[in-house]
């Protein structure tokens, strides 16, 4: 009879994280992209923007005069500029958890300006635009919620897994910027799921790529995904492509 050592489960442990992670880690990045596609802004037409106000089916909404992009991090939910009450800009939130925006020219000016109009019906009908329970906002924030999720465990993962083979920690550190999680995605893929190369009969020189690198290829790499995701915009439309 044959006697098979079982290893403890506190040593199988690191093994069964290191397989388990990576998966989760792809799992929770499908979950921020449907959430943060979903509830990315949208540029509609002013006659949408009438009926819904018409169709009851403003939840939020907020003057402005463009969106608030001052953040670099790629999880971060887009969010109008306040204090522009004047601003030409109408982002609202629809009761199925999106985001819509329109320039319609901004409010009546002058003192013939007509008191009744779109804005008053908009604060007649709708909430402000942080109003707790609006469904889009709580789309937003577990996409947010999400994408740190994805950071701080793929930086974990990078500071004390074991050592990377194509750069160095301070290499994928930067590429991990990348917009949308692409640079988490090409960790996964460079790091974990490739296969392992032959090793070498003699110790190699290091010749991973250094964090000079992996700026260079953040730089590049955000310019480059912002030309491809507007090429797609201007093709597919931003229904599609929102943002």
């Not at 992670?21 to 802004?41: E, H």
């Not at 509609?44 to 402005?64: H, Y």
């Not at 969106?67 to 601003?87: H, L, M, V």
């Not at 930086?155 to 050592?163: A, D, F, H």
């Amino acid at each position: 009879m044959s006697s098979k050592r079982v290893r403890p489960l506190g040593r199988r442990l690191p093994a069964l994280a290191g397989v388990g992670l990576p998966w989760a880690l792809l799992l929770l990045w499908v979950l921020w992209a449907g959430l943060a596609w979903w509830s990315a802004p949208r540029e509609v037409s002013v006659s949408d923007l009438d009926r819904d106000i018409a169709a009851g089916r403003v939840v939020t909404f907020q003057r402005t005069d463009g969106w608030n992009d001052s953040t670099a991090y790629w999880g971060s939910a887009p969010e109008p500029r306040y204090g522009a009450e004047e601003g030409g800009i109408v982002a609202w939130t629809v009761p199925t958890g999106q985001v819509r925006y329109t320039y319609d020219g901004g409010p009546p000016q002058g003192p013939d300006a007509e008191p009744v109009g779109r804005d008053a019906r908009l604060t007649a009908t709708a909430q402000a635009w942080r109003a707790d329970g609006a469904p889009a906002h709580r789309i937003a924030d577990a996409a947010v919620l999400s994408a740190a999720a994805i950071g701080l465990t793929w930086l974990v993962m990078l500071v004390s897994g074991r050592p990377p083979r194509a750069g160095t920690r301070w290499f994928w550190f930067w590429v991990g910027l990348l917009p949308f999680g692409v640079g988490v995605l090409a960790w996964l893929y460079r790091e974990r799921w490739r296969p392992t190369p032959a090793p070498t009969p003699a110790p190699a020189p290091d010749r991973r790529r250094t964090g000079w690198w992996g700026f260079g290829l953040l730089v590049l790499g955000g310019i480059g995904l912002s030309v491809l995701v507007a090429g797609a915009r201007a093709l597919l439309g931003g229904t599609v492509v929102p943002g």
